[in-house]
């Protein structure tokens, strides 16, 4: 099951802003897709209004994962 950016902040209780800064980051991966399903070859440049994010099931685990280990290292846990 994938998520999209607004169901993965709401599932995760994290702001846009967040999410997005994660992907920034590298912390979060995603995958752009357009409105007809495929996906979208050029995400960091591409500005078809119709496009969203999506998100794996195996992607959330991993920025999860990569999220924990961060505030271990920084002594926030």
Request: hydrophobic residues 30%.
């Amino acid at each position: 099951m994938s998520l999209t950016l607004p169901e993965l902040c709401s599932t995760l209780r994290i702001s846009r802003s967040t999410a997005k800064r994660a992907m920034d980051d590298g912390l979060l991966k995603g995958t752009k897709v357009h409105s007809c399903g495929s996906p979208c070859g050029s995400p960091e440049v591409c500005r078809h209004g119709d496009a969203h994010w999506e998100f794996s099931d195996e992607q959330v685990q991993a920025f999860l994962a990569a999220s924990a280990v961060r505030k271990e290292s920084h002594g926030d846990a």
